[in-house]
């Protein structure tokens, strides 16, 4: 595969300033050599390219000969393997923006002597090729899709090889111990186990906390990352439209006196701090017969149901009553912040919550209370911190801790836990050195799938299909 010469679009599949081709392979230098000339009177291609140094910016124009054509004025990037990013010889043209001439250059690439790239083959290239190893392969994309400044700070982490470095750490000590263990039953007048067993099991204890601590990470990095999914629920007429209005900035949900306005979910990912929610607008829940609101009665329910965190918006002015206290058993044991809305109509008078619901209704549960005016926005930083601290261990932007934000991973850090804990079972069981060592290394397989070591390449092509075209 790595014989072939690939070329994709590396900016958006949109009409913008500029338009970016990129090509890597042995052939990427010759073949832009083949279309490239600097000077619109002298078509004759000078194999300009081919001798210009590594790193630099080219001036001049495409040229089409079968069309007789000149397709764009344009820059070409000269890089020459193997301080690439693929490892590779690559050329990036970098066109006007048009979505046309973008394609037309690309496809006189490609009739030149290059394939299409696949989805991510740039970085798939990089990871075959000893650039970067899986886990800051994945980083990559992460990066490309942050969509806060906490993925994007963890995605830049990982890809400068933060998890890589821990990781390898933990595998090399496991390896080192493994073949001290074959070697002391392999000449045991040269090399002692007296006592190595419980100094082995402290061994693995240090190894558990570094895996435990990543581990452990997972939850926090994915709501961090990914957001929080929060539902916004609560009778008809308290303010949820109004809230989700003001946590967007935006009018989307429309805002009335009339009880039922909204029968529908509204969705939209917010940014708020450093973190993300994916907010979901519901119908207020209450007793009808209108058909339509029925429908949107049930979605609010099955949202609540779905929902890692839920703002339970209740009327301030009024208090809450049996119907609040009807909603709120249907949120159990979930991560909940009771919104007192409509503050700003008595600042002073602020009705407290009712007894009742103070009893078995709120038991055991898990609930913040924020006074709240979804009309000037007063409660919103308060609302931030109460968020932040139900769901966060940490800040994010003074930490320096990593977080795993990635399923396969942290699959691959319980496994190895797994057959750590093994080893340790073992060593309290009195088994014979003998026994270690193939927990040992399962341990030492899983931790190097991670770093794509000791991985199919059937799992590599699902990684990189995943990623976006040119990259």
């Excluded at 990593?402 to 319980?414: G, S």
Aim: hydrophobic fraction near 40%.
């Amino acid at each position: 595969m790595n014989n072939d010469t690939i070329a994709a679009i590396s900016t958006g599949m949109a009409s913008g300033g500029i338009g970016i081709i990129r090509i890597s392979g042995p052939k990427a230098i010759a073949l832009c050599d083949r279309i490239f000339i600097r000077n619109k009177n002298n078509k004759e291609s000078d194999g300009f390219l081919s001798k210009a140094a590594a790193n630099t910016i080219n001036f001049g124009f495409i040229y089409d000969r079968d069309a007789d054509e000149i397709l764009d004025e344009v820059l070409v990037s000269v890089f020459r393997a193997p301080h690439t990013y693929t490892r590779e010889d690559i050329c990036e043209i970098n066109c006007h923006g048009g979505l046309y001439v973008i394609r037309r250059i690309l496809d006189l690439v490609i009739s030149s002597g290059a394939r299409p790239a696949e989805p991510g083959e740039f970085t798939k290239r990089a990871f075959l090729n000893g650039r970067i190893d899986l886990s800051e392969a994945e980083a990559v994309m992460d990066t490309i899709s942050s969509t806060n400044d906490f993925a994007l700070k963890n995605a830049v982490s990982e890809l400068s090889g933060r998890l890589s470095s821990e990781i390898r750490k933990v595998r090399e000590e496991v390896l080192h111990e493994t073949a001290f263990i074959e070697a002391a039953l392999d000449d045991p007048e040269h090399y002692s186990l007296n006592g190595y067993p419980a100094e082995l099991d402290e061994i693995i204890s240090s190894w558990e906390e570094t895996l435990s601590r990543l581990s452990k990470s997972f939850d926090e990095g994915q709501h961090r990352k990914n957001g929080i999914l929060t539902v916004i629920a609560g009778k008809p007429n308290v303010g949820k439209s109004s809230l989700y209005n003001l946590l967007t900035g935006t009018d989307r949900a429309i805002v009335t006196d009339v009880p039922g306005t909204t029968r529908d979910t509204l969705e939209e990912d917010i940014t708020l701090g450093d973190f993300t929610l994916r907010l979901i607008d519901t119908a207020g829940i209450h007793e009808t017969e209108d058909t339509v609101e029925k429908i949107g009665v049930e979605r609010s329910i099955n949202g609540i149901e779905r929902a890692e965190l839920v703002l339970f918006v209740t009327d301030a002015y009024n208090g809450m009553d049996e119907e609040d206290e009807k909603i709120f058993s249907l949120i159990g044991d979930k991560k909940c912040v009771i919104i007192r809305n409509k503050n700003d109509l008595f600042p002073d008078e602020a009705v407290m919550l009712d007894g009742v619901l103070l009893g078995s209704a709120l038991k055991d549960t898990n609930f913040k209370v924020c006074d709240f005016s979804a009309k000037t926005g007063e409660g919103l930083d308060e609302l931030k911190k109460i968020i932040s601290d139900l769901f966060f261990t940490t800040d994010s932007f003074l930490s320096d801790e990593i977080f795993i934000t990635n399923e396969r991973q942290k699959y691959e850090i319980d496994s190895a836990i797994s057959a750590l804990s093994l080893v340790k079972q073992s060593i309290l069981d009195g088994m014979t050195e003998d026994f270690f060592s193939s927990d040992l290394m399962d341990a030492y397989s899983h931790l190097g799938k991670i770093l794509g070591e000791e991985v199919e390449d059937d799992l590599v092509d699902k990684i990189f299909k995943d990623f976006c075209m040119g990259k």
